[in-house]
């Protein structure tokens, strides 16, 4: 049972560059999350979903952008990134009120 | 904008200490969970807290939901090396985010 996965684990990333962040699940969960973890902080919610073609901003949304066309996947998409955008991205998936499954996080840096 | 504070930022403590990590809010939520996340790991729930004044323990760990459910508390009984880590929590308002706290960084020396 592989949980949640989370490809690349890093990256480097030169400003202006775009990239797409993978996460997918297999416990048939609907709801899935991205946060990002800046350095000896908690996470941040970046955007979140409640099932297939439905996702919504959570607290930090500005310079991303997120689809959610099945259950399984809910990529992370980063148009112009900024060195701002240099951080620890993570996914997480759960039904609701239950435990929240982590990734492995994704480490990404902006140059 | 929902805030969750944790205090104390940061905690180091000798072995066999005690310790308590608070995590206030001005807002109510439906549920609140503990996290504990590990250097390079994702966080990995240890509690889940739904009903005011609810009081949980897993073994050396007791975890307290506020009568008006905007607050937690986790305390640790005779702390180890072992449960060095960061403390985080999550609260959830209903609305299906989880938004999580700004954690508690703990270090237990032998």
């Known amino acids: 049972n592989a949980g949640v996965t989370q490809t ?6 030169k400003i202006g560059q775009s990239m797409t962040l993978q996460c997918t699940q297999d416990m048939n969960h609907n709801y899935m999350y991205w946060y990002r973890q800046d350095p000896g902080m908690g996470l941040k919610l970046i955007y979140y979903s409640v099932g297939a073609g439905i996702t919504d901003k959570g607290e930090v949304p500005n310079g991303y952008n997120v689809s959610r066309s099945t259950t399984e996947d809910f990529p992370l998409r980063l148009e112009l990134a900024a060195p701002s955008q240099t951080s620890v991205y993570f996914c997480a998936s759960n039904r609701r009120d239950t435990e929240a499954f982590f990734g492995q996080g994704t480490r990404l840096t902006v140059v | 904008t929902q805030l969750l504070e944790q ?3 940061f905690l180091s403590i000798q072995e066999g200490e005690n310790l308590t990590v608070y995590c206030n809010s001005s807002s109510v939520f439906s549920s609140l969970q503990w996290y504990r996340q590990e250097p390079g790991e994702g966080p990995v729930l240890l509690v889940t807290v739904v ?3 609810e009081v949980k323990k897993l073994k050396r760990l007791t975890f307290q939901f506020g009568d008006a ?7 640790i009984t005779a702390a180890q090396p072992g449960d060095t880590g960061l403390y985080l929590c999550a609260g959830d308002s209903g609305t299906y985010k989880y938004i999580f706290g ?6 237990v020396l032998a």
């Open chain 2, 102 to 107: 700004t954690g508690t960084r703990l270090k």
């Open chain 2, 69 to 75: 459910r905007k607050d937690s508390s986790l305390h």
């Open chain 2, 7 to 9: 205090s104390p930022q």
């Open chain 1, 8 to 13: 690349p684990k890093f990256r480097i990333l």
């Open chain 2, 51 to 53: 009903t005011g004044g």
